[in-house]
């Protein structure tokens, strides 16, 4: 599913008419069109529908929606929330092409009451009211229309958008409660921003037959990362392989207040495919990791100072990327650790502490010439930003690219649909995970995950993507399996690695036949 800003939308909209010919009322045919045989699948011959369509060109979507449905048989009242005279050209000219067709249409602003009536006695409502166009608070009729919907509680089908959100941002003022969304050609992004992406049920892509070429050049590459793109991209070990294949990664974690960071994020390294690991931590809490991972190898120091005469000469190690940050703690040591770091010719995957630490050192991000991965929570983020949590969260997709391409980095802006920016700005919404996440660890389990990923693959964006979705989807699994959304520790992610892994592994294998 590709994900659209509003202005990329329009600019699409604008070259395919221009260049290629195919005019808006042509478009807006096809939007109806789609829509209607999506609404026509999900409906029955006794159902009492209403379509409520706006003055733009939203409600010339539902205008041809309306006549498309009464033509093959159903029970379809079209509401019109304005007089003719303000109604957007396009849309005049669906419902003159709706009356031709001798079809008759009521308007709100002139039977408030009858409008009530008529949504009381239907089972169906069809949501054409606002689109993309819609700016700021919702004014007029439409804050009424919209509040009387929810109300009646019915089944309500969306078109392109919950009618009152704003297509970019999450922000809500009033909006329509869907039960599925039939987008156009595209998600747009606020699908995938909070609170708006809770008003959108169901998502559904209708295709408009706008030419693949048009969204290539008016848009970025956004899209959602599901199980078919996990599949399909999944590494396979060649049999000739051996650890050295897989490379050296060496994970700096944890401190004295803080040893299990260096467990979690460690061991979901291990789980994650690395050939060799080696664990960077103070002395004192070697004790109560190794227990946990035998297989690991130990790079000790006795203070954080000791370690950072080391990371000055890390070659004997041969590593092929580092992942540093959970659990390190914040002093004038650990600074100057990740300063160093940064100067290491490998593949970095900074988190937590470290990212508090990089920031005044981002210029020397910019100049690094191997892969850069950071990946924040809103919180991190809004700190690296010098914004606030919801300044980010409203706006995650261009905070994020922005961030990520004056950089040059990797961006993995975690939360509920993470999503993972590319330094040209590519991006890959994740579909996996629920808030049985939302505990303490569960990042740095990410963290392990991400740096045993990087080396399995040549493509990095799709080592994090896997890596996101994975996490995510074991938490799905527990959740529906043997958990509860409350009881869900970072160790069970851990312990989910495996059995996840190999049901994809099996999946794919009958997928693709190896
Ligand atoms: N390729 C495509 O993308 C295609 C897109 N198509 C469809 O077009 C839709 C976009 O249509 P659009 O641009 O006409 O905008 P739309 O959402 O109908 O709203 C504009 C109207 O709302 C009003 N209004 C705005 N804000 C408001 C507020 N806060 N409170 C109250 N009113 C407000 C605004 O009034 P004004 O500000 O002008 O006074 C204007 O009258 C898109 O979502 C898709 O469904 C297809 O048909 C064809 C191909
Ligand atoms: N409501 C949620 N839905 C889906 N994933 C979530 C949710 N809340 C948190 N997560 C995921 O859980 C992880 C939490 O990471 P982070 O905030 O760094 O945790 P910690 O620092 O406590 O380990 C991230 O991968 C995030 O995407
Ligand atoms: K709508």
Same mark, same amino acid.
């Given at each position: ?49 209403? #379509? ?17 449905? @009464? ?15 303000? #109604?957007?050209? %396009? ?14 249409? @009521? ?86 921003? !909070? ?12 295709? &408009?037959? &706008? ?15 599901? @199980? +078919? ?8 070990? %060649? ?44 002395? +004192? ?38 992942? &540093? ?44 010439? !191997? ?23 409203? %706006? ?33 919404? +994740?579909?996996?995970? +629920? ?51 409350? %009881? ?27």
């Amino acid at each position: 599913m590709r994900i659209f800003s509003k202005n990329e939308m329009y600019n699409i909209d604008q070259e395919t008419m221009e260049k290629i010919g195919l005019n808006n009322g042509m478009l807006m045919e096809n939007a109806g069109q789609a829509v209607a045989r999506e609404i026509e699948s999900r409906i029955k011959k006794n159902d009492k529908i209403i #379509v409520i369509a706006g003055k733009g060109n939203n409600g010339g979507d539902g205008v041809v929606i309306a006549r498309i449905l @009464k033509e093959r048989g159903f029970s379809i009242e079209l509401w019109m929330s304005h007089k003719g005279g303000s #109604v957007a050209e %396009d849309a005049q000219r669906a419902l003159k092409i709706y009356e031709n067709c001798g079809h008759s249409y @009521k308007i709100y602003e002139e039977n408030e009451e009858a409008f009530q009536i008529s949504l009381k006695k239907s089972t169906v409502i069809v949501d054409a009211l606002l689109g993309i166009g819609t700016k700021g608070k919702v004014r007029g009729p439409y804050r009424n229309i919209i509040e009387e919907m929810n109300e009646i509680n019915k089944i309500i089908y969306a078109v392109d958008i919950p009618s009152g959100l704003n297509a970019d941002k999450g922000e809500v003022d009033v909006a329509i409660k869907a039960h599925t969304t039939f987008v156009i050609q595209g998600a747009k992004q606020g699908a995938f921003l !909070f609170p708006s992406a809770n008003f959108y049920g169901g998502i559904k892509t209708v295709d &408009i037959g &706008i030419p693949s070429s048009v969204i290539e050049q008016n848009s970025y590459v956004k899209r959602r990362w599901s @199980k +078919n793109e996990v599949l399909s991209s999944l590494p396979h070990r %060649d049999i000739s392989s051996h650890k050295g294949t897989y490379g050296r990664a060496l994970m700096i974690a944890g401190s004295e207040n803080m040893p299990g960071a260096a467990v979690l994020s460690s061991k979901a390294a291990s789980r994650s495919g690395v050939g060799l690991l080696t664990i960077g931590i103070i002395e +004192n809490i070697k004790s109560i990791i190794g227990s946990h991972l035998p297989e690991a190898m130990y790079n000790l120091h006795q203070s954080h100072q000791g370690m950072l005469s080391e990371v000055k000469d890390y070659s004997s190690l041969q590593l092929d990327a580092i992942g &540093i940050g959970p659990g390190i703690g914040r002093n004038k040591e650990t600074e100057k650790i990740v300063e160093e770091i940064l100067k290491q010719q490998v593949t970095l995957v900074l988190d937590a502490d470290a990212l508090f630490h990089v920031k005044p050192h981002l210029q020397k991000v910019k100049e690094r010439r !191997f892969p850069t991965i950071l990946t924040p929570h809103p919180g991190e983020m809004a700190s690296l930003l010098d914004l606030s949590i919801k300044e980010v969260e409203s %706006d995650r997709f261009e905070k994020s690219r922005e961030f990520a391409q004056t950089y040059g980095i990797y961006l993995v802006l975690k939360g509920p649909f993470t999503i993972v920016t590319t330094p040209s700005g590519e991006q890959f919404v +994740n579909s996996s995970g +629920n808030p049985a996440l939302a505990k303490g660890g569960s990042g740095d389990v990410l963290t392990g995950m991400i740096l045993g990923s990087v080396l399995q693959y040549e493509n990095v964006q799709k080592a994090l993507s896997n890596a996101v979705f994975i996490h995510g989807a074991i938490a799905d699994q527990l959740v529906a399996s043997t958990h509860s959304p409350l %009881d869900v520790l970072a160790t069970d992610i851990i312990e989910g690695i495996s059995p996840l892994l190999h049901e994809l592994y099996r999946e794919k294998e009958y997928s693709t036949g190896y």
